[in-house]
């Protein structure tokens, strides 16, 4: 993926029969979020209007381009208050996922643990025996993928609405107002942590998916779990780098409304 349109909403895929399904979800979901407008779409037009200080409407007549909030429109309090609720549930998502990787490895050692044992032992039927502590350790790989596919959507689903919210919030006339000026500091520098804390985190995940790569060719479900896995964890990492570009653009946005922000 190019550097350029990787952080946009860009999807690779493949003709891998799973990897073309989760592109279709992707199309689907994306799709259908512009039209409901329940999905933000940025682009290199508008974050160059950002960039520059640039307002749509003044490249076009006043009549024909109108940025005016309608009466009922949500106000600074109610898109951080969304914000709040969709972080928490993002947050248990991914502890979630922090649980269920723990799980995996917990059943994966015990299995490794008595295969060392039986080999160390030898005798008849020790071959079976490593074949069916394989296929156990498979289906927690198989059990851990799943659930990480599961989360990783909650999670996508989560920031698209982080990040229309936040959106919304750096647009509403209010923002730029004392009282409100130190919460949008606040939540600007909450964005930068979660920026650096899912750097941290991707750090182990590669690293997950360079070892189980390295387990490829010991048995049969277990060859087919390990490339669900990389999968999932791919997907899960391309999700992971679009947030932090996503997270990038937002605080460079947020400069326009007050100011250098210093995250030292």
Not at 27 to 37: E, V, Y
Not at 45 to 53: H, M, R
Not at 214 to 231: A, C
């Amino acid at each position: 993926m190019p550097f350029d349109l990787k952080q946009y909403r860009a999807k690779d895929y493949s003709t891998h029969f799973k990897k073309f399904f989760d592109l279709i979800e992707y199309l689907d979901k994306n799709l259908n979020g512009a039209i409901s407008g329940d999905v933000v779409f940025s682009n290199p037009v508008s974050d160059f209007l950002d960039k520059n200080q640039i307002k749509p409407q003044n490249l076009f007549g006043a009549n024909e381009y109108s940025l005016e909030i309608p009466e009922g429109e949500k106000g600074f309090l109610d898109f951080l208050a969304d914000i709040e609720e969709d972080t928490k549930q993002m947050n248990e998502d991914i502890m979630s996922i922090s649980t269920g990787m723990n799980t995996m490895n917990s059943g994966i050692n015990e299995c490794t643990e008595k295969i060392e044992r039986v080999k160390k032992d030898g005798g008849n039927g020790t071959v079976a025996f490593v074949r069916k502590q394989s296929q156990k350790a498979a289906s927690y790989i198989s059990d851990f993928s799943k659930h990480l596919k599961q989360r990783t959507e909650s999670i996508q689903m989560r920031w698209t609405k982080i990040e229309k919210n936040t959106l919304g919030l750096l647009e509403n006339e209010y923002a730029a107002q004392d009282g409100n000026r130190k919460s949008l500091i606040d939540y600007m520098k909450a964005l930068y942590q979660l920026k650096t804390a899912i750097w941290e985190a991707d750090k182990s995940v590669r690293t997950m998916k360079e070892k189980s790569l390295e387990n490829l060719g010991i048995e049969r479900s277990m060859n087919q779990s390990i490339r669900f896995l990389d999968q999932d964890l791919t997907t899960y990492l391309d999700m992971t780098d679009q947030m932090t570009k996503s997270i990038e653009r937002i605080i460079e946005k947020s400069r326009f409304v007050v100011g250098e922000i210093s995250f030292e």
